[in-house]
């Protein structure tokens, strides 16, 4: 266990001293690295620990998003009030979408949450109550102000993104250790025998949605903030797919190895922005041979966490 | 009343195409449990290679209908041959892996596909020729039918009529039924569940090159990222006429083809697709099997 | 697994440091923001040609100020992500100004990263708020919506005097903005709008909308989205029986157009600036034949020949003013007064807008010709 914050610790420690010696463009990507593997972790609680099949999260990393973008621009309320309410109602959207939907067999859950992840993307290209923008989406976002301190600059939003990180992870790390996190497990490994222990299948299962959405939806805040403009085309089906991916190829249920899908997934492409045309091309091929040659994912969890999916069905 | 007829019509022509490509979902779906997110962009790869075989033939001066069969037949044959080539490379070898690493593989060979069409014929649009089947117009009582819709129509009830046959009546087709219900047992009886994996990409693959084909004529406009649309509509099909289920892929594409145009006409425009998920998302709350499926229920 | 953390670690940094290295002097940069990848690829890659053919040319000539130019391109992908991080690396590099974005959302999330470094951006993206921030380096380099709504308004009304009006749109922020504009330049002149809808662009299925429609009556179809939606709204509306006429916005003049609309092109209005061929300057002939001949296609629509303006404009003022620097590059530009371009003459307003470009109205016929029937003077 030591051996793990060590790591840990030398990664946050590269990552504070990281915007002081690269250029501006890499600071932001640093930002958005951030902020993806805090969306990817939150995907992870649904997908890698609840064992759910969840393709349209992007949504949520929406609703958070352009929450703070509309309090913000049309009711003037500054960015740090916006986060619980951000959260508070992504969490709740994730309660109402996953509700019906719980009992869905596997791949057809993985089709309902495209659906809402679709109706979504719709509402927001066609400015719903006139609030959304359309497919301008909204622009002049502020930024938060704690204590007096006006967190606007590149640095000081990069440093909040990589805080919201780390809390993050501490809450991950929390849930596992947890009644929650063992009762996802369970759920995981065998619904029906968990169920005989006392674990309310669907209370727990929506729980999980929630908390995936609500600590989405404080990413797509601090998103909002970072770029200062919202649009639908950030929250779209391919979004989720990114998500979807990252945990996957990764590593279900593993911070570790989610950290690494995001750098794979998000970073990685940017060092071949030059190359032009070819790119996806090549990722395309890339993510096949990623999963021929570690279907479990590039580092997957331990054992004991392993999800119950990633074995051979029988 | 004639609007209504209208729309009707319109609808029958696309969901013809819808059920076709959503044919090639439920075949791969119903043997391996897997979402072939590749064949859209399959079907897409059909009409533009069906474009380029016809602008040879018509540069070679062969006659209309011969350029035509020749596109045809050309087409379908290399796209079964890729989706054979792609089980091979981006399926087989993960057999034994986790469900979600195949989709995950799945995804990246859409993604390569896409932008290898792209890579290839270039990124901007491409026009098929008009009047590839000869083009009558007729009237009656107010609603307009084009010999286009008919013929695609026909073509498509005689393919899934001869697929139907194919499954039901034929030993392979038994097989693939049988291999669909359980790999292992099959494996029993003596079937080659290598060969039936490879006869139903070829299949699927063929009758979705046809609907790409399809698009090509009616529609006429090709764009590289076309194959996740309709990948995702004849997907929506599939589920909706029960997934796993033949008839109830035709099914469904044609009941989708109608709604899609309904909700369009009457409803409104800018909302049809998230609509069409809102049917998807009831259907699956109160019928998760699809019209014509089967049992999901998990058994304790 | 230690080592192989440590390996991603230091991997990533030296890809960094490399990458984050600058150029030599005695170039002058231009950098292109542009869609390379993603749904506006075709549009992406039309500017990066675009720029890259006359960025040779001009380097064939001698290039600017005794230096050659050198062209930086970043994929932006058409996102606000890739539009800020794409301003960030252009800027890095040292470049005196971009071509950029292609579409409104990057442009606008990079447009306050280039007025910090005081470099100049031009785009042809429509939204408003482009121009309404007061960034001194932003020019637009396409006609804003406002003129051609109100020349359209002019013309359906005062002109053609249509009495039932459809309005048909797509959902980029162009066609909903000019749709908007036009229809309220509509109503100032009393036109009768009777029904505005949105189609999905890529769609290929506009019978039920267009079957809709048929049973309103109206005499117009005003389609303000792209000819890849235009030509087949325009084929699919004749197959349906419908008898109103179609007028186009800018967007749809395209010769794509005529090959999916096929026979039913005939008689069909567009609004447009000046064709080519049409405006006495030889520079615009020559644009697109070079185009042509160096890379086999046509540019992809009309927005690859306003940013290629945006360029020659940018160059001409390097050429006028003997300076890189952009302080009084921009000075210059935001004087400027009907430069010739391949799009009509260019004149910028103090807040970066390009002022007043003349509209025009044609029809088709013989399945591809243009003949005037409208102008404004």
Redesign the interface.
């Known amino acids: 266990m030591k051996k793990n914050f060590v790591w840990y610790g030398v990664f946050f420690a590269i990552a504070i001293i990281y915007p002081h010696f690269v250029d501006p463009s890499w600071v932001d990507i640093g930002t958005t690295f951030a902020l993806y593997s805090v969306v990817a972790l939150s995907q992870d609680i649904v997908l890698g620990k609840a064992g759910m099949f969840d393709m349209g999260h992007a949504t949520f990393f929406g609703i958070g998003a352009y929450t703070a973008a509309i309090l913000n621009t049309t009711y003037n309320i500054p960015i740090m009030y916006t986060i619980p309410i951000a959260i508070a109602l992504s969490a709740l959207f994730g309660i109402i979408i996953s509700w019906p939907i719980i009992h869905l067999r596997g791949d057809y859950l993985l089709v309902a949450t495209i659906g809402f992840n679709i109706i979504f993307y719709q509402a927001l290209q066609n400015n719903v109550f006139g609030l959304t923008g359309g497919p301008n989406g909204i622009f002049g976002i502020g930024t938060p102000v704690i204590f007096g301190i006006n967190i606007a600059s590149q640095k000081a939003i990069y440093y909040f993104a990589w805080f919201i990180l780390l809390i993050t992870m501490l809450i991950i790390y929390n849930i596992d250790k947890s009644k929650l996190g063992r009762a996802f497990h369970y759920l995981r490994e065998s619904e029906v025998a968990a169920e005989s222990f006392g674990v309310n299948k669907r209370f727990y299962k929506v729980l999980a949605f929630a908390l995936g959405a609500g600590l989405a939806s404080l990413a797509g805040v601090i998103f909002a903030v970072q770029y200062a403009a919202v649009s639908p085309q950030t929250f779209n089906f391919t979004q989720s797919v990114l998500f979807f991916t990252i945990v996957i190829v990764g590593g279900p249920s593993s911070i570790p190895g989610i950290l690494l899908g995001t750098f794979v997934m998000f970073v990685v492409p940017q060092f071949f922005r030059e190359f032009a045309t070819a790119r996806y091309f090549v990722f395309g091929i890339a993510m096949i041979l990623t999963m021929i040659l570690r279907p479990q994912g590039i580092c997957p969890a331990r054992f004991g966490k392993l999800p119950k999916y990633i074995f051979k069905e029988s | 009343m004639e609007?209504f007829l209208?729309?009707i019509v319109?609808?029958l022509a696309?969901g013809s195409i819808y059920a076709l490509v959503a044919i090639g979902y439920t075949m791969v779906?119903g043997v391996m449990?897997l979402?072939n997110f590749a064949h859209g962009d399959l079907v897409a790869l059909a009409a533009y290679v069906g474009l380029t075989v016809l602008m040879q033939a018509f540069g070679m001066h062969i006659t209309n209908l011969w350029a035509i069969i020749l596109m045809f037949v050309i087409t379908a044959l290399f796209i079964s041959l890729c989706g054979v080539v792609l089980e091979r490379?981006?399926y087989r070898?993960?057999r034994?892996?986790?469900?979600?690493?195949?989709?995950?593989?799945a995804?990246?060979?859409?993604?390569?596909?896409?932008?290898?069409i792209?890579?290839i014929w270039?990124?901007?649009?491409k026009?098929f020729p008009?009047n590839v089947f000869p083009n009558m117009?007729w009237?009656i009582s107010g609603v307009?039918i084009?010999s286009t819709q008919i013929a695609i129509l026909l073509l498509s009830v005689i393919l899934m009529l001869a697929l139907y046959i194919f499954i039901n009546k034929t030993k392979i087709g038994t097989a693939i039924r049988a291999t669909a219900i359980d790999q292992d047992a099959a494996k029993l009886m003596g079937i080659n569940v290598n060969g039936i994996i490879i006869a139903i990409f070829a299949l699927g693959s063929f009758l979705g090159s046809i609907g790409g084909l399809f698009?090509g004529i009616y529609?006429?406009?090709l764009?590289?990222?076309?194959g996740w649309?309709y990948g995702?509509n004849a997907?929506?099909a599939a589920?909706i006429g029960g997934?796993g289920n033949i008839p109830g892929a035709m099914l469904g594409g044609m009941l989708l083809g109608i709604f899609?145009?309904?909700?369009?006409?009457?409803v409104s425009?800018?909302?049809?697709?998230?609509l069409t998920?809102?049917l998807?998302?009831i259907i699956?709350?109160i019928k998760?099997t699809g019209i014509l499926g089967e049992r999901?229920a998990?058994k304790? | 697994m230690k080592l192989k953390n440590l390996l991603w670690v230091v991997v990533s940094l030296v890809f960094v440091f490399v990458s984050s290295s600058a150029f030599a002097a005695g170039v002058i940069k231009i950098g292109v923001q542009a869609p390379i990848t993603g749904s506006f690829a075709n549009e992406g890659q039309g500017i990066d040609n675009a720029v890259k053919m006359l960025v040779a040319q001009q380097n064939a000539k001698g290039g600017l100020l005794g230096k050659k130019l050198e062209v930086v391109t970043c994929d932006d992908e058409g996102t606000a992500v890739g539009g800020a991080i794409c301003a960030r690396k252009l800027v890095n590099n040292g470049v005196v100004a971009v071509i950029g974005s292609y579409s409104s959302t990057p442009t606008e999330s990079a447009e306050p990263i280039y007025a910090r470094a005081g470099v100049l951006q031009t785009s042809d993206a429509t939204a408003d708020s482009l121009t309404k921030h007061g960034y001194w380096t932003f020019f637009r380099n396409s006609c804003p919506n406002s003129a051609e709504a109100t020349f359209t308004a002019d013309f359906l009304v005062k002109d053609k005097h249509f009495k039932r009006i459809v309005v048909l749109s797509d959902y980029s922020s162009y066609s909903t903005d000019l749709a908007d504009a036009t229809i309220a330049a509509l109503k100032k002149i009393g036109g009768n709008v009777i029904y505005y809808g949105k189609i999905q662009a890529g769609s290929q299925n506009f019978t039920p909308i267009l079957t809709k429609i048929k049973s309103m009556n109206p005499d117009v179809i005003y389609f303000c989205g792209y000819y890849t939606d235009g030509g087949l709204i325009r084929a699919q509306e004749v197959s349906l029986g419908i008898k109103a006429a179609f007028v186009g916005g800018d967007s749809n003049d395209n010769p794509e157009f005529f090959k999916l609309a096929g026979k039913a092109s005939n008689g069909v209005y567009m609004i447009n600036v000046p064709r080519p061929d049409i405006l006495p300057y030889p520079l615009a002939k020559e644009f697109l034949k070079d185009y042509q001949a160096r890379y086999h296609m046509m540019p992809p629509s009309i927005w690859t020949l306003f940013n290629a303006d945006g360029l020659r404009a940018i160059m001409y003022a390097i050429e006028k003013t003997k300076t890189t620097d952009t302080k009084k590059l921009a000075a210059f530009l935001h004087n400027l007064k009907d430069f010739p371009g391949i799009t009509g003459p260019i004149t910028f307003t103090k807040d970066g807008e390009r002022a007043g470009s003349r509209f025009m109205a044609y029809e088709i016929y013989n399945n591809n010709q243009y003949k005037v029937v409208y102008k404004e003077d």
């Open positions: 609007i209208q729309q319109n609808g696309i779906y449990k979402i490379l981006a070898p993960l034994k892996a986790p469900r979600l690493s195949a989709v995950v593989s995804l990246g060979a859409s993604l390569a596909i896409e932008n290898g792209m890579l270039g990124p901007n649009i026009v008009s117009r009237h307009v084009n698009i529609y006429r406009e764009y590289f990222q076309m649309i995702l997907f929506i589920i997934i899609n145009v309904l909700i369009a006409g009457y425009n800018s909302w049809s697709e998230a998920f809102v998807l998302i699956l709350i998760p999901v998990e304790v």
